[in-house]
C-alpha cells in the first residue's frame, strides 16, 4: 500500500511540474462548467488514456507508439478547433459541422462540448497529449513495466499515477472555476474570458505541436519537481536490510527459470543439505562484473566442501534476454558455476530482490542467512561462507587458509574511492542530465546537436537518432554522444541494430585518449561494436578529473543504453 500511495503522490505532484502547464488551458477551459457532466469526465478519460498509453509504451510496441502519434494529431486537431470555438463562436458552428457524422453528435458548435459526451472526448485527447516528462517516479513505474513486461501490476501503478495527476487537477479545476466566476460577477467580461481561455487553448496546441512544453519550459528549474519525487523515489526503491537475518526466512523455490545454463535445472530440495550463495546479476551491470573475481574464487575454493554458487542472471536490458548473448557472457567472463536466466523475473520477486547485485547465503536447512547488496562487504561474506558451511559438516572442519585476494582486470577491476559521475541512462524512461537544445521526439528519428559547453554529469547528442525509452539508435553514420564527466573508468552498454560490426572512435578531451584508453580501444580511441554488452571506454591513469568524453560512430545503427563509472 505505501508504494501505492507515493506513486499517487508523484501524481499529485505534476500539477507543479513544466511538463503538465501546457494542459491547463485544456483543463481551465471547462472550469465554469458542471463538474460532474463537464470536468469530471474530462479527468476520468485522460487518466483511463494516459494508463493505456503509458502501459502500451512499456510492452514496447512499436506500432502503439506510431497510433500514439497519429492519437496527438488528432487530439491537437480537435483541442485547436476546441479553442477557435471558443474565440469565435459565431465560426465554431461552421467549423463543427462536417465533423458531425456516424451518430456522434459530440460536437455541432461549442456548447455542445458540456455534454457528457463531449467532455470525455476532451478528456481522451488531453490523454494523448499529456504525456508528462518522464519524472523520476514515473520513469521508475516505466521501467518497472518494461523490465517486468506488461502486467496488470504495473497498470495499476500507472492507473494510481494518472489518478494522483487528475485529483490535483480537479483541485485547479475547483479554484479556476472559483475565479471565472469572481471574474465575471465583477467585471461582467464573460465573452473576453472566453476568448482569452480560447487563445491559451490555441497558444497550448502549438507550444505542444512544437515541443516547446519540454525544450523550454523544463529550464525553469523552480519548476522542477525532480528533487521531491527523488526523495520518494528513495523511499520506493528502499532496499531491505543487510546483513545477518532470522532464521525464520526460508529459501524462495528456484523455479520458473526461463534456462539453466551450465547446470541441469536445480530447486531447493536438489540443494538440501548444501550451502547455497544465490547472486542476482546480469552480464551489463558494470557492479555485478566487479563482484565475479569473488565468486568465481570462492566457488574454486569451497565447492568441493559444500558450497554451491548460483548466478540468477535477471535481465535489465531486453538484450540480456536472448539466450546467446548471456552464453557468450558466461564463456568471455570464465564463470563455471550454474545460472538461471530469469527472463521473467520469477525467481527475482520469489527472493523480493530489488538491486544488481545482490547475495543472498542459505544455509544447509534451506534458510536466508544472510543478504548483502551491491559491490563490497567481501571478508564478510566469506566468514559467513566458512561458518555455513561448519555448521554444514555438523561443527566440523572446513578447509580455510584465510580469505581468497581476488583482483579483477578490464571491467572486473574493483572502483576507485574517487568521485565519479553517477549512471546514467540514455533512454528517454530513466533519462537524466540530457543537454542537447533540441526537444527530445520520443520514438522517432530526429536531429540533435551538442551544445557549446556541457556542465559536469550533461551529455549529448550529435547527429540523427531516435530516442526510444530504453536505448538511443543511430539513423546515420557520423552521429556522436558527449558527456562532460569525473571517474577513472567510463562504461558505455553498447550494441548493434542490426547485429553488424559498427566502428567507432573515442576522444577525450577533443584528441585521442593514449594511456588513458579503456579495454575496448586502442590509444588512438578506435573501437568495434561486435556484441551487445559493456564496454569499457576510459580507464584514466593519471589525476581524477573533470573530463569530456565523445565517442563518434562511423556506421549507422549504433544503440547506446547507459553510461557508468568507476
Known amino acids: 500500500m505505501l508504494i501505492f500511495f507515493l506513486v499517487y503522490l508523484g501524481g499529485l505532484l505534476t500539477i507543479f511540474s513544466p511538463c503538465v502547464l501546457p494542459v491547463l488551458p485544456f483543463i481551465f477551459a471547462r472550469s465554469d462548467k458542471s463538474f460532474l457532466r463537464n470536468g469530471l469526465p474530462i479527468l476520468l ?23 500514439n502519434q497519429y492519437g496527438r494529431y488528432a487530439a491537437m486537431l480537435l483541442l485547436l478547433f476546441l479553442g477557435v470555438a471558443l474565440i469565435f463562436p459565431a465560426l465554431s458552428d461552421r467549423l463543427m459541422r462536417p465533423f458531425v457524422t456516424l451518430g456522434g453528435r459530440i460536437e455541432q458548435q461549442a ?65 479556476g472555476g472559483t475565479i471565472l466566476k469572481l471574474m465575471k460577477r465583477g467585471l461582467g467580461a464573460e465573452q473576453w474570458i472566453r476568448r482569452c481561455l480560447g487563445i491559451a487553448v490555441v497558444v497550448g496546441v502549438f507550444v505542444i505541436a512544437l515541443g516547446w512544453d519540454t525544450r523550454f519550459l523544463s529550464q525553469f528549474s523552480f519548476l522542477s519537481t525532480a528533487t521531491t519525487e527523488r526523495q520518494l523515489v528513495s523511499k520506493l526503491t528502499a532496499k531491505p536490510e543487510a546483513g545477518n537475518v532470522t532464521k525464520t526466512s526460508s529459501l524462495a523455490q ?74 557468450q557472457a558466461i564463456h568471455d567472463l570464465g564463470i563455471m558455476y550454474p545460472v538461471a536466466m530469469d527472463n521473467q523475473y520469477t525467481i527475482w520477486n520469489a527472493f523480493r530482490n530489488d538491486a544488481w547485485p545482490a547475495h543472498y547465503l542459505i544455509d544447509a536447512q534451506g534458510t536466508i542467512r544472510q543478504k548483502h547488496f551491491g559491490e563490497g562487504a567481501y571478508q564478510d561474506t566469506e566468514q559467513m561462507i566458512q561458518l555455513l558451511l561448519k555448521e554444514a559438516h555438523h561443527g566440523g572442519q572446513v578447509k ?29 524512461a530513466r533519462q537524466e542530465n540530457f543537454a542537447s537544445p533540441e526537444a527530445i521526439k520520443k520514438d522517432v528519428a530526429a536531429q540533435y546537436s551538442t551544445p557549446k559547453s556541457l556542465k559536469p554529469d550533461q551529455w549529448s547528442l550529435s547527429g540523427k537518432w531516435k530516442i526510444s525509452s530504453e536505448e538511443d539508435v543511430l539513423q546515420a553514420a557520423g552521429g556522436t554522444i558527449s558527456f562532460r564527466f569525473q571517474g577513472r573508468d567510463l562504461h558505455l552498454v553498447l550494441g548493434s541494430l542490426n ?51 565523445s565517442i563518434k560512430f562511423l556506421d549507422t545503427g549504433a544503440e547506446a543504453f547507459a553510461f557508468t563509472f568507476g
Open 45 to 67: 478519460g485522460m487518466a483511463a488514456t494516459f494508463t493505456l498509453l503509458a502501459s502500451f509504451a512499456a510492452a514496447g510496441g512499436a506500432w502503439l507508439v506510431q497510433i
Open 111 to 175: 456548447d455542445k462540448l458540456s455534454s457528457l459526451k463531449g467532455s470525455l472526448l476532451l478528456g481522451v485527447a488531453v490523454g494523448f497529449l499529456w504525456a508528462p516528462c518522464a519524472g523520476p517516479i514515473l520513469g521508475l513505474v516505466l521501467a518497472g513495466a518494461a523490465l517486468n513486461g506488461a502486467n496488470l501490476y504495473s497498470a495499476l501503478l500507472l492507473l494510481v499515477f494518472a489518478a494522483g495527476a487528475a485529483t490535483s487537477l480537479a483541485l485547479a479545476l475547483f479554484a
Open 254 to 327: 528456484l523455479t520458473g527459470a526461463t534456462q539453466w545454463l551450465n547446470s541441469p535445472p536445480l530447486n531447493s530440495e536438489m540443494l538440501r543439505g548444501k550451502v547455497v550463495l544465490v547472486d542476482f546479476w546480469t552480464y551489463s551491470c558494470i557492479n555485478c562484473l566487479r563482484t565475479l573475481p569473488y565468486l568465481k574464487a570462492w566457488n574454486e575454493k569451497y565447492r568441493d566442501q559444500g558450497l554451491v554458487i548460483i548466478g540468477v542472471h535477471t535481465p535489465e536490458f531486453s538484450f540480456e534476454k536472448e539466450q546467446h548473448n548471456v552464453e
Open 400 to 428: 580455510s587458509d584465510g580469505f581468497v585476494n581476488a583482483a579483477g582486470s578490464g571491467t572486473t577491476a574493483a572502483a576507485t574511492e574517487m568521485d565519479r559521475s553517477p549512471e546514467t541512462y540514455v533512454g528517454y
Open 499 to 549: 547485429h553488424k560490426p559498427i566502428r567507432f572512435k573515442v576522444t577525450l578531451d577533443g584528441i585521442p585518449p593514449g594511456a588513458d584508453h579503456g579495454t575496448d580501444i586502442d590509444s588512438h580511441g578506435n573501437g568495434v561494436i561486435r556484441e551487445q554488452r559493456l564496454y569499457q571506454l576510459i580507464r584514466q591513469r593519471g589525476k581524477n578529473s573533470i573530463h569530456t568524453f
